[in-house]
């Protein structure tokens, strides 16, 4: 019996003389960057009120760029501008890390605000 080396076609081998770069392409769909980018989001936003909905993303990927548009609902008071900051550096870099595409632009929508426990029984307790 003679030893065989891996090669195309055998698994765990690579087809002889052709570039990494060459042997294929990996797609990812929207909808997995999308879901990234959700969770992200959520990583960003940090502890949602209790009637608040979780972060959603809409991606388009062109060209191995991702456009991002995050709709989230906050806590109010709070540095609204600071939060928002925050969703979009956490988006970029989850979703350049994770899926390995550039991030041009994260647009993030501030659907609802919801008033903090604390603040809406103060306000209840002046009326």
Do not use: N
Request: aromatic share 2%.
């Amino acid at each position: 019996m003679s030893a065989m080396s891996a090669g195309a076609g055998e698994p765990g081998g690579s087809p002889a003389g052709v570039a990494p770069g060459e042997r294929g392409a990996l797609r990812i769909a929207d909808r997995v960057v999308a879901k990234i980018a959700s969770r992200a989001a959520l990583e960003a936003v940090g502890t949602l009120p209790p009637d608040a909905a979780p972060p959603h993303a809409t991606v388009v990927v062109h060209h191995g760029s991702a456009r991002v548009r995050v709709q989230a609902e906050l806590d109010y008071p709070g540095d609204i501008g600071g939060r928002c900051r925050e969703v979009r550096r956490r988006v970029v870099e989850r979703v350049s890390t994770l899926a390995g595409m550039r991030v041009p632009e994260v647009v993030v929508q501030v659907e609802r605000l919801h008033l903090a426990a604390e603040f809406r029984a103060a306000r209840e307790r002046v009326r």
